[in-house]
């Protein structure tokens, strides 16, 4: 039991970096996105959401693959996709993947799902950031220069 904690908690850590490298690269690509646009408008600010949601789709994604090859190399389950399902229906806290698993080793299935947790609230605190960094000067633009060219009307 402590090794399957140890190994989960590993896991976790693992989970962890990759969604730290794609905050990294969130920030790195806004300040790169931002630096193409002579003025804050609606094409930028759609670039820069699209940008974001797709990086944080696939951290999320990976992160379930992550769980996807514990599983896989413990031969919890029989097959990659399988792995995959089973990993993601935990990550995402929809909870039934557990009938895929060993009694065994259970308690890679709760430690998956907190993982999740986590990692998703981390996700949607990066994009809440990346909304309020943007959209109040967005507004400021069409309400004070609703004329302006590049101010999306």
Do not use: C
């Not at 905050?23 to 690509?29: D, E, M, R, S, Y």
């Not at 599983?71 to 806290?93: K, M």
């Not at 009694?103 to 950031?129: D, E, N």
Request: glycine share 8%.
């Amino acid at each position: 039991m402590m090794q399957d904690f140890l190994l989960g908690s590993a896991t976790s850590i693992l989970v962890m970096l990759a969604h730290l490298a794609g905050t990294i690269l969130i920030v790195f690509g806004v300040k790169n996105i931002r630096s193409r646009f002579d003025d804050m408008n609606i094409l930028y600010v759609s670039i820069i959401l699209v940008f974001v949601y797709g990086v944080l789709l696939v951290v999320l994604f990976a992160s379930a693959g992550i769980w996807a090859a514990l599983y896989y190399n413990l031969n919890l389950v029989e097959d990659w996709g399988n792995a995959f399902y089973s990993a993601l229906v935990n990550y995402t806290t929809l909870g039934f993947g557990d009938l895929l698993q060993a009694s065994r080793t259970r308690i890679y299935g709760p430690m998956a799902a907190a993982s999740g947790i986590l990692m998703f609230s981390w996700a949607a605190a990066v994009l809440v950031y990346v909304l309020q960094a943007h959209l109040p000067a967005m507004i400021q633009l069409t309400v004070h220069n609703p004329h302006k060219k590049n101010a999306g009307h």
